[in-house]
């Protein structure tokens, strides 16, 4: 059974940063593709980021384009979401997510984190 937990996330002003972490664990961890989701208030959610953990290919939402950039650190089993220049539309729960396929769509994930919150002030 894969794990993932969350952490990084808190309240920063606009223009700020902030760095989310992923923590897999199970053994093997075998998931192809890790991603990161975000769901903001009355909204669906959405993808951010993701990356194929062996060769590093990563894939990202318009929306996050030269602000965010998303790593992998295959020896500890870690995701992280590097996030620059944030603006208020960022302020969302941010999920972690493992799956099979670099892809957008939730359903390409099986293994989801229980998120963890960002707020980003004007």
């Known amino acids: 059974q894969v794990q993932l937990a969350e952490s990084g996330g808190g309240l920063v002003q606009a223009g700020g940063s902030l760095r989310l972490s992923c923590a897999a664990s199970g053994r093997p961890f075998s998931p192809y593709v890790t991603g990161w989701f975000r769901q903001a208030p009355g909204k669906e959610r959405e993808f951010v980021a993701g990356i194929i953990r062996i060769g590093g290919r990563t894939l990202y939402a318009d929306s996050v384009k030269g602000r965010f950039t998303i790593s992998t650190d295959n020896a500890k089993n870690m995701v992280y979401l590097q996030m620059n220049s944030l603006k208020p539309e960022d302020t969302a729960v941010y999920y972690c997510?493992?799956?099979?396929?670099?892809?957008?769509?939730?359903?390409?994930?099986?293994?989801w984190g229980q998120g963890t919150q960002v707020t980003v002030s004007s």
């Open positions: 997510a493992a799956g099979s396929y670099l892809r957008i769509e939730e359903r390409q994930y099986d293994y």
